[in-house]
């Protein structure tokens, strides 16, 4: 059974430019989470989609955009990339919707660099 | 917004003995979880405990328990028999079960494990 997947593991990009990073939740799972995760501190929530929809947002600019796809995998799109979106991305999957309190599992990450 | 508190950014323990990992939150929700997660190296966050506030009895899982103080808004890890696979960064979560089940983490504790 594969957990969570994210593509790439890596990425560098420059300032202004547009990136997307892709997510496959846990096999079962229907909800996808994202969250932004600088360096040396504790992951920060920036949406969630169900159903192929925008549930909820955290506090981050609509630079930051998503899809999820009727498969359920999920893509994070951030805009005019700044030197301070450098970060580690987290996928996170959990199963039966947002109100579930079914457990969240993570995938490994992308790491984006901006330059 | 819900607030999830480390005070301790590092801590050591020498391998077989036990360490305690503290953790504070802040909300005004009666009803949410708890959870425990450790971030290796590797990066990929992986579940080590989880707690729902309903429930008066602490969890266990293993070597891991915790000392859940609802009260006091306390949310302690005790790691018993360290061993050398426990260095890493640990992450203190709260999930509302308003907003989409989103989560709150904290800043982390980096637990380094001593020979």
């Known amino acids: 059974d594969a957990g969570v997947t994210q593509s790439p593991t890596h990425l560098i990009k420059t300032r202004g430019q547009q990136v997307t990073l892709r997510c496959s939740p846990k096999?079962?799972?229907?909800?996808v989470s994202w969250y932004q995760q600088a360096l040396g501190q504790g992951p920060q929530f920036i949406f969630q989609?169900?159903?192929?929809?925008?549930?909820q947002r955290g506090n981050f600019p609509d630079r930051f955009s998503g899809h999820q796809f009727p498969n359920y995998s999920s893509e994070l799109n951030v805009n005019a990339l700044l030197l301070g979106d450098s970060a580690l991305y987290l996928c996170?999957?959990?199963?039966?919707?947002?109100?579930?309190?079914?457990?969240?599992?993570f995938g490994p990450g992308t790491r984006l660099t901006v330059l | 917004a819900q607030t999830v508190t480390q005070s301790q950014p590092e801590m050591s323990v020498q391998e077989a003995e036990t360490v305690t990992l503290s953790c504070t939150y802040d909300?005004?929700?009666?009803?949410?979880?708890l959870f425990w997660y450790k971030q290796p190296p590797s990066r990929q966050m992986i579940l080590v405990i989880r707690?729902?506030?309903?429930?008066?009895q602490n969890a266990t899982e293993n070597r891991f328990s915790v000392n859940f103080q609802k009260a006091a808004k306390s949310f302690s890890l005790k790691i018993s028999d360290s061993q050398l696979g426990d260095a890493a960064m640990y992450f203190c979560?709260?999930?509302?079960?308003?907003?989409?089940?989103?989560?709150?983490f904290g800043t982390g504790t980096s637990l380094t494990v001593i020979p």
């Open positions: 996170a999957s959990s199963g039966k919707g947002p109100t579930s309190t079914d457990t969240q599992y």
């Open positions: 096999s079962g799972h229907d909800t």
């Open positions: 989609y169900y159903e192929e929809e925008e549930r």
């Open positions: 909300t005004s929700e009666s009803d949410y979880y």
């Open positions: 707690q729902e506030a309903y429930k008066q």
């Open positions: 979560a709260y999930r509302t079960l308003r907003r989409g089940n989103q989560f709150y």
